[in-house]
Nanobody, 123 residues
Framework: QVQLVESGGGLVQAGGSLRLSCAASGLTFSIYSMGWFRQAPGKEREFVAA????????DYVDFVKGRFAISRDNAKNTVYLQMNSLSPEDTAVYYCAADLGYRGAARALYQYWGQGIQVTVSS
């Protein structure tokens, strides 16, 4: 059974940092591309970042470029999202997702999803 489990969320003040982790099990992590998405209350789930299986290709949505960094450790079956210079607009539930193909921002094409983790940024 495939599981993606996010951790590292919580409450942080504006300007602060958090690092999210997503630990994968039940799949051969190294052959899956990974993505991070987020969903704020009343809004659709939106793309944040994606990384290919070997970490060669990385994409970000414009509003996180220069602030967020996605990375992965295939030996630990884990993908990370380092989030810096956080603002209240970053408050959302953050989800990781996995697929055999590189899906980038194509939310509907990801096969597996985590349960999500709350990130709250106070002003």
């Amino acid at each position: 059974q495939v599981q993606l489990v996010e951790s590292g969320g919580g409450l942080v003040q504006a300007g602060g940092s958090l690092r999210l982790s997503c630990a994968a099990s039940g799949l051969t992590f190294s052959i899956y591309s990974m993505g991070w998405f987020r969903q704020a209350p009343g809004k659709e789930r939106e793309f944040v970042a994606a990384i290919s299986r070997a970490g060669i290709r990385i994409d970000y949505v414009d509003f996180v470029k220069g602030r967020f960094a996605i990375s992965r450790d295939n030996a630990k079956n884990t993908v990370y999202l380092q989030m810096n210079s956080l603002s209240p607009e970053d408050t959302a539930v953050y989800y990781c997702a996995a697929d055999l193909g590189y899906r980038g921002a194509a939310r509907a094409l990801y096969q597996y999803w985590g349960q999500g983790i709350q990130v709250t940024v106070s002003s």
